[in-house]
């Protein structure tokens, strides 16, 4: 894997670089100019380069039970979620090397949308811009506004439409419909993120944004969806690291009662 | 409605603009002059471009339970609790154009500093600066520093204070002071933000920031205030979009709990 | 105490201050030069800027119970808990004016790396690395990388690892051995924060992102590192004005749970 040099988040130091770019008369943008080096990060806290090098990079990122795609496609999901977008082009460059495909990454910020808010996916959207241009990636990639979708399970469907309509129907009836015509029926249809990364990103953006409540039904999707126990277990492991150890450990008992309650 | 240009994040975009206005000798402010445009979204998610118009622009704005006055107050309320500094510029435009007066958003700004912290209101006073200087608004149209307070409700101060003595007076009483003699005694007796539309903010804030807890106490004071059950569960559809499923769907259970709890 | 000018966060004006330094040909970062005045403030709420000159910088502040020093620290795990880094320069310069060593500002943000997630923790490092360059800040007054470890309280480390290797061995064994290996056994016994100001830096960052759940081990563990009920009381007092009134009453219940629990 390619040195994690994360890109800054300063204002100061992009302004600084704009000051070198207009000395130098280049026009590559800001972001992905700028970014903290190790010699910059030792600067501040030699601790924090050693345990970005040895703990996070050499170690993390390299453990068996998680691909790095999946590894990639979850912290995309964190990034988006807690709308930390200067890390963005790093870690979209990274996905795309490690075999997300692009078509995926435009479905996890539209499926963001819905799971994170209309803003963090706008800005998501500003740096994908900027990353598929430097990357040549053509219209021709990227999935259609309204694809043929995936069938829908509807036993599974009708289980779910009950549960909301029965919790959610007394209260507001603008979001049970919402949330059948468009989550259910339209986004999670959409055949160009399989549905088991489609519930890697829910799952991953409920966990960094500490919305436990919702991720008994999410986890049980996503193992439906084919994601194994030791790739749930690992998936908690990786967003201790980028989202910090006390919404991973917040959302263990509600993780342990969906292991619990499955036989796999 | 206009078209909802949403103002882009990445200091990449911005660079390039600041570029663009260096060489044409312009002086209009970045934060105002880059934005996604349709083809932007569509360069990375043309089913994101296409939700947007059919499903937000076209459908929820227009949905009937709640004004586009009120649908202004909760989205303004949303982005400053999430620090979502940079769709502000044409929110705040949008609220101004939908009947939002400068001085209600003043006071939305200071009431978010009390309910989501200094920083978020006064990343808000930075934006919202460059707004009101654009449309020429006037310091005589702001409300006063220290303006004649509305009177007090002293029965439902009386149980707010006791309940707060009791809960949180063996924990901090300084807490305890000041949200007696700043926050009920003062802030929530400003007389330039209505109570109704005062508790439409913080009722907003809580679901967008996943403070649930609070939700039962200031929903059932938004509906002493006069917000209705229909306008109530229409925030929580729209703010579905605006700060993601999750959050909304976590707020139900309490939301429930204080409907089934009144007559109305 | 000085003036508390708050930085903008508006890229807006950020590019009219770049703006103004192309054409005075000076070098200063943006990030120190734009800042809100009190003017600035004025010119969006009259109200804000009295709030933050009477009661926020007038009388919190001087509050008996916390020291300046201390209330630097839970602001800057405020601040970079929450992510918010464009205030950082101003309560970065604060801290080390109030007795912070730049030693430890440089343990709190690998602290918080564990605790907020690396992204936090990176992007502080950038603020960081402009604050420590202005004040001429050396390498060898920095902490080493794999300094000589604190001991490590044996019955303290058996009774956590016990209850973590119970509730999160059967979930996630990875999550166990990176807590135990490298937070427990590692960072934690670093030498250059004291425990005590570790615990604080903990426990704030818990308040202020709403982890309610991890509070009663990490304010339980503060006031076995020398916190006293006094200072965590006003810690909750002071974190209301720097994340918002919702987040430190959602706190309040735990607090009080680890007070009842306790003899002094």
Known sequence: MRLLAFTIVSVALTSAALAQRDSSNTTKPASHTPMLTRTD?????????????????GDLWKRPDLSPRDRSIATLAALIARNQTIEMPYYFNLAIDSGVKPSEISEIITHLAFYSGWPNAMSAVAIAKEIFAQRGIRAD???????????????AEQQRAAAVQQNVG?????????TGELVFHDLWLRPDLAPRDRSLVTVSALIVSGQVAQIPFHLNKAMDNGLTKAQAAEVLT???????WPNVFSAVPPVKGVFDGRPN
Do not use: M, N
């Not at 694809?147 to 399970?153: A, M, T």
């Not at 990786?238 to 910090?244: E, M, Q, R």
């Open 238 to 244: 990786h967003l201790a690291f980028y989202s910090g």
């Open 141 to 155: 990639q990227l999935p259609a506004a309204a694809p043929k979708l995936l069938p829908l399970d509807q036993a």
């Open 41 to 57: 990060i030792q600067s501040v806290s030699p601790a924090l380069d050693r345990y970005t090098q040895v703990s996070l990079l």
């Open 170 to 178: 007394p209260v507001s009836p603008g979001l049970v419909q919402y």
